[in-house]
């Protein structure tokens, strides 16, 4: 069996579920694996040693994102990533120093955010490497594979625009692509000089745009048979959507108990994920929320794991973590409210629950306008939030047949695919192996500059 490095920098404590699946996938077969991570994870499996780097640049990055705006979020992230990525590749070469064993990996997994300073340990150690992606390819990391690029039918999944688009929105969304991708070479220049300039990355070494078009695979958190509209994908783009949803388990008893005994109305899970903290909101947003699920004939179940709430509602039950997938494969689960992360989308995909997205950042806001395009959900904005507003889009999304109808479509369209994605990234990883480096595989166009 082979030895792998899968290195991991920066995003979210929720990419942590997407990235453990494919570890998973692997260690189970057999495979070793070491993990850079910035959250420490849980593995049954033993042959998973893992590397928890930290660094207060990631923190910086985030911060309170209920107060940022999307410039404000850009500018931090230009500000702290490369020291972020370098501090990260820093550390990692220290302690594998430190290492007494002398063992060699066999390949080598990246997440596409914010590694570009490994491409040169990459390059200097002759390994095959590949990417992994907790969402889509966006540019420039595209154009990596060589993915062709047809900005007149494919929306920019950084944007809000979908498919079909009017003439404007193209230009808007060919522009959008182009401010994209400058944005990432700007910031893998970044990395490539400051690992040069610490003695990280030989003189000798390509740079690291040459570097990033050697790698052999890609693994995006997709799913073909839900792609609007179809893509002509290339076939070292693997889509492995889903990988991290697993077969329903037993909830808690306490919380069985609550699910349970709802009545007909049933219930609503609110979570916003792991960037976004819910004492962030103004008091004036929690007074409206709290106000209208008040209201409301389902009970609610709410992610929250800040202090406790006075005067809280009957039927909420706040809860600090939960088993997601377990709650959503409920069947009195009405109604998922939801910040638009791509992996919770995917779970209520998979289960067939209605989506209510209130997006913060990042991606969020295009997932969900991708949500509304297909017609499987709704949005609130955070700044069009009242009692009257959210009651409302609760309302109009849990009672909407048609919601209802193309979110069970699209579950069934999910399950009904003849390989798991988790055989996909086993198989494929093992093919890059043997193969070394599968260059078979590989598109013309990264051969291209422009």
Sequence with gaps: ?????????????????????????????????????????????????????????????????????????????????????????QTFLEREASRNSKSEYDFIILSVYLTDCYLGYVYESKIPFMYATPNVLYPPYSYRMGEPSFPAVYPNKLSTLSYPMTFLQRLRNTLAIFFFSQIGNFQTNRCESLARELGLWKEESPSASEI?????????????????????????????????????????????????????????????????????????????????????????????????????????????????????????????ITHGGLSSLREASYFGVPVLGMPVFGDQMANIAEVIAENWGNELKWAELTEQTFRSAILDTMENVTIKQEVQKRSLLMRDWPFTPSKEVVYWVEYVVRHKGASNLKSPLVTMSW
């Excluded at 695979?217 to 839900?226: R, Y």
């Design 212 to 336: 990033e078009k050697m790698a052999s695979m890609a693994f995006i958190n997709s799913v073909k048979a839900l792609e609007r509209p179809i893509k002509a994908s290339l076939p070292n783009v693997i889509y492995v959507g889903g990988i991290h949803i697993e077969e329903p388990k037993p909830l808690p008893q306490d919380l069985k108990k609550w699910c349970d005994e709802s009545d007909e109305s049933g219930f609503i899970l609110f979570s916003l994920g792991t960037a976004v903290e819910p004492q962030d909101m103004t008091n004036e947003q929690l007074e409206a929320i709290l106000s209208v699920f008040q209201s409301l004939k389902q009970r609610i179940i709410w992610k929250w794991d800040f202090k406790r709430i006075e005067n809280l509602p009957q039927n909420v039950k706040l809860i600090s973590w939960l088993p997601q997938q377990d709650v959503l494969a409920h069947p009195k689960i009405r109604l998922f």
């Design 1 to 89: 069996m082979s030895e792998g490095l899968f290195v991991w920098t920066f995003g979210t404590k929720s990419h942590l579920g997407f990235f453990s699946a494919i570890i998973k996938a692997l260690v189970r077969q057999g495979h070793e694996i070491t993990l850079v991570t910035p959250y420490e994870a849980k593995f049954e499996e033993k042959n998973v040693r893992q590397i928890v780097i930290q660094d207060e640049n990631l923190q910086k990055i985030y911060g309170n994102l209920f107060n940022k705006t999307k410039w404000n979020i850009l500018s931090d992230y230009l500000t702290y990533s490369s020291k972020l990525c370098v501090n990260n590749l």
